[in-house]
């Protein structure tokens, strides 16, 4: 029979490995193996290969025992994978947030609390604020304090949820009455709803308690006759508290089917100030978490307004903006809808100026599907770009995207083909990642090399 390696010798261990690497097969093998990107398989993918690291680490502990007296060592002795990146202190509830990473409980929801809605560590956007246990790093961090005499304090319990008074609704119910009043009670009444939408998770549950709360924030803005009729300061504290709302999970489907919703956020996209503007991108991805939020989004056409904000490419709003515009074209039929509004020129006239090329590349790849969007590329120069990427670039999924859409170039049209034979014998591009790229970029590098080996034999031969 076959050895574990590392985990040889606990039979425990081994059983749990063998079973995650079962997994791990599988989904590497749904995802090498597909044209479109598996975000669900590539999520899944990383939790097992992090739960592989973590019993490695796991195996080393049980095997080295420390005296249990040498307490004053301890703070040296932790590993950095059992502090939580908020505190810098042991972890004592281990949670796992959307991004994959994992903090203290109390410390991850304090963050979540006072309205931060993106990763600490990696500063991506949340789609949700679910937090999952973390079971196999809490036995580990268990299992390091018996080995260290150390006696891991009980986990801290921190309601997500605050307790509302009746006081509570009643202040939330006048705000929303101050909406339809004069516009110094609508601008005080938005910037409070604002901050406690923002601190309060319980706040922005209110608004799930009442069909009509979300129309009556909104009124001053779907009122207004014209954009010039829109205050600027009004629209940006309600389109941020709008953005608040939408991170509360079971607020998503309702804020999206609110008739009044999209339409504003669209307007919000277009003309207001760049907080206003990067917040309303950030609530469309929000949104978007939820597959039939995605659907009714792309009909709405609120991907041209992304689109032409990407385009603008205020620094401050690209981040959300691409996250918005990759979100939605996940699904089929907002790809169609993100090429027609020229989604492939502005991407790739970013991606040529150096900006946020791992995020829009990753959406270049996504639209390389559609047969419209390669025909584009191809006409306005992805192809010398796409090489020089490769050529120059360490990031390997970088290499993978840009040779992913080389191939779908290569196969559907036969005229690229001479650049992609110059690149080749000038520089070995093609074929140095066919032997060195990661194995959707080898099988797509040698799809190319077989094309163009085919394209030159049959020439010889005529």
Avoid at 145 to 151: A, M, Q, S, T, W
Avoid at 207 to 218: C, M, R, T, V
Avoid at 337 to 343: E, I, L, T
Avoid at 443 to 459: P, V
Wanted: with cysteine.
């Amino acid at each position: 029979m076959a050895k574990s390696g590392i985990f040889e010798g606990d039979a425990g261990m081994v059983a749990k490995a063998m079973e995650l690497k079962r997994e791990l097969q599988k989904l590497v093998k749904a995802i090498v193996e597909e044209d479109d990107i598996n975000l669900g398989a590539i999520d899944r993918a990383q939790q097992m290969f992090c739960a592989l690291k973590e019993l490695k680490v796991k195996k080393s502990l049980s095997s080295s025992k420390v005296h249990p007296h040498h307490h004053d060592t301890v703070s040296e002795e932790i590993p950095e994978e059992f502090k939580c990146p908020l505190s810098k202190e042991l972890m004592r509830d281990p949670v796992i947030v959307a991004s994959g990473q994992t903090y203290d409980r109390l410390f991850i929801q304090k963050w979540l609390k006072a309205g931060n809605r993106t990763c600490p560590q990696t500063q991506q956007v949340l789609s949700h604020t679910n937090l999952t246990p973390n079971s196999l790093i809490r036995e580990m961090i268990l299992l390091w304090c018996k080995n260290h005499g150390i006696e891991l304090p009980e986990p801290v319990q921190y309601s997500d949820e605050d307790v509302l008074t009746e006081v509570d609704r009643g202040h939330f119910l006048s705000l929303l009455r101050k909406m339809s009043t004069t516009l110094s009670a609508q601008k005080e009444a938005a910037k409070e709803l604002r901050q406690l939408t923002r601190k309060m998770p319980s706040f922005r549950a209110l608004f799930g308690e009442s069909l009509d709360a979300i129309p009556q924030l909104l009124s001053p803005l779907s009122q207004c006759k014209s954009r010039s009729d829109v205050h600027l300061d009004l629209q940006e504290d309600l389109i941020t508290t709008l953005l608040n709302l939408s991170i509360h999970d079971n607020n998503k489907k309702l804020v999206a089917e609110t008739p009044i919703v999209l339409p504003l956020l669209m307007d919000a996209l277009r003309s207001g100030t760049i907080e206003t503007r990067s917040n309303a991108a950030a609530t469309l991805f929000t949104l978007s978490a939820l597959d039939s939020n995605k659907a009714l989004i792309g009909k709405s056409d609120a991907l041209k307004p992304l689109i032409d904000l990407l385009d603008e490419g205020h620094p401050l709003a690209l981040k959300d903006v691409a996250s918005a515009i990759f979100n939605l074209c996940i699904i089929h039929e907002n790809k169609s809808r993100a090429v027609r509004d020229g989604a492939v020129r502005v991407i790739l006239k970013k991606i040529m100026n150096g900006m946020h090329v791992d995020e829009l590349l990753s959406i270049l790849a996504m639209l390389s599907t559609n047969q419209k969007a390669i025909e584009e590329m191809g006409e306005i120069g992805a192809v010398p770009c796409l090489l020089r990427i490769i050529r120059e670039t360490s990031c390997a999924r970088n290499k993978e995207n840009s040779i992913a859409i080389l191939y779908t170039i290569c196969v559907g049209d036969r005229s690229k083909w001479k650049e992609m034979r110059l690149e080749e014998s000038t520089y070995g591009t093609i074929s140095q990642l066919a032997q060195n790229g990661t194995s959707r970029a080898k099988r797509k590098a040698s799809g190319i090399l077989d094309r163009l080996n085919r394209a030159i034999n049959c020439t010889h031969t005529a």
